[in-house]
């Protein structure tokens, strides 16, 4: 329902979301429900029994039609559901996945985090899309979050996650409960793929979403089936076609964190395997991961006798696709070329170390990112990629006219 101005006390955006929520691991996720009189309760469900090994299952809803007068329940794992009387029209992310996959339907969030560094330059290789950058609330940096700042928002619905944000910015069960009650309900849960809270101090896994499954979760909150199933659509028949080209042949894959430090040896190791969004680009060529059989210190770290016992066919590092080539070839190439040790490895005798995709990736980063790797893998095929420049010249793997027309909602 619009806010009218014709001087008359109307209901606001937030006045027509009615939201129920649980409450979930060690009580820092505390949710309300609402039942239009003002009184609200909190029920613990306690950490889930077992550690999630599959996909975090698809959100239901109580309506497949969204009308003025009709709700709908979206359930996000692993918080529980949330009622709608209408679907979203704004929201707020703390950049990243969130972020990638609401302007996919359509819309720029109203504030997010770490605008400067978000990667707008995709976008602006689409067709008659315009992400504005200069019209969305810079929230800073997720540690910096503070509860008088969101007041200030007016949004419909939190695209944030409740652990990261307790890790980050140190809010409790109460800050939750007050802020999803008071500003806009929290509707958004990790997405880049299954993580551990161990290192929150918590005792349960986080499931996680495919890319299809969070696709999908989003064209329910925003009550946009029509939307969602493009998007399904169109990465299904990308993928099929990448696949149906590539040779058969599963490459050996080396992907490093960026923070790694190859002058001083230090190389911190991530799975290319994993299930889940971060990875996806990596998985649709069906990979293997170069460091499976080698023992990492503390699972994740090892050295440049490690990266040897390894020798991938390929060396990516990790979120550094937004470097300039002369940059990335310093701080990495041109270490592991001048060391004794460094030198001997495969990839670096072939010249096959890569910059690599960032991990925070929604339906239309994925696309470019996965474009890119399949230059990157298969030159002879694809064509060669060399700059991000270079993605308006030579062959273009997906139909980026198709993409814009899909953000625009013509489907």
């Known amino acids: 329902m619009p806010e009218d101005s014709d001087g008359l006390d109307r209901p606001t955006r937030r006045d027509c979301l009615r939201y129920g929520g649980t409450v979930v691991g060690t009580g820092l996720l505390a949710g309300c429900s ?12 306690g950490a889930p029994a077992e ?41 707020a992310t703390s950049g990243g996945v969130w972020t990638d996959i609401g302007f996919a339907f359509g819309t720029e969030p109203t504030a997010m985090s770490r605008i400067d560094a978000y990667p707008t330059h995709y976008y602006d290789r689409l067709p008659g899309v315009t992400f504005d950058a200069g019209e969305i609330t810079n929230l800073g940096g997720p540690s910096e979050y503070s509860k008088e700042q969101f007041y200030e928002l007016d949004v419909d619905a939190l695209l944030l996650d409740r652990v990261l944000l307790n890790s980050y910015a140190g809010w409790d069960a109460d800050d939750f409960e007050e802020v999803g009650e008071n500003v806009a309900p929290f509707c958004g849960t990790y997405l880049r793929n299954e993580w551990s809270g161990s290192a929150l101090g918590m005792e349960f896994s986080f499931p996680y979403y495919t890319l299809t499954e969070a696709v999908k979760l989003t064209g329910r909150l925003f009550q946009d089936h029509d939307r969602a199933d493009a998007w399904v659509s169109l990465h299904e028949s990308f993928r099929r076609d990448l696949q ?17 430090q190859p002058a001083q040896g230090k190389f911190m190791v991530t799975d290319p395997t994993l299930d889940g969004i971060a990875t996806r680009q990596y998985r649709t060529f069906g990979v293997e991961d170069a460091f499976s059989d080698v023992d ?83 030159p002879e095929t694809f064509g060669a990629f060399s700059t991000l420049d270079d993605l308006g010249t030579g062959e273009q793997l997906f139909d980026r006219q198709r993409v814009a027309d899909i953000i625009d909602g013509d489907f």
């Open 34 to 45: 609402s039942n239009g009189g003002g009184g609200t309760d909190s029920t613990s469900t």
């Open 51 to 91: 550690t999630t090994e599959k996909p975090a299952e698809t959100a239901t809803e109580s309506s497949t039609q969204s009308t003025e007068t009709e709700s709908f329940e979206v359930t996000v794992k692993p918080y529980g559901s949330t009622t709608f009387e209408r679907p979203p029209e704004t929201y």
């Open 244 to 260: 149906d080209r590539a040779p058969a042949a599963s490459p050996s894959i080396g992907l490093l964190y960026s923070a790694s």
């Open 296 to 378: 990492l210190t503390n699972g994740w770290k090892t050295d440049y006798e490690g990266l040897l016992e390894a020798d991938p066919d390929y060396l990516f590092f990790d979120s550094t696709l937004s470097m300039s080539r002369s940059e990335f070839e310093t701080q990495f190439v041109t270490p592991l070329e001048e060391s004794e040790v460094g030198s001997e490895l495969s990839a670096v005798e072939a010249g096959r170390v890569y910059r690599g995709g960032g991990r925070y990736q929604g339906p239309i980063l994925n696309l470019f990112q996965t474009e890119i790797l399949a230059k990157q893998l298969y």
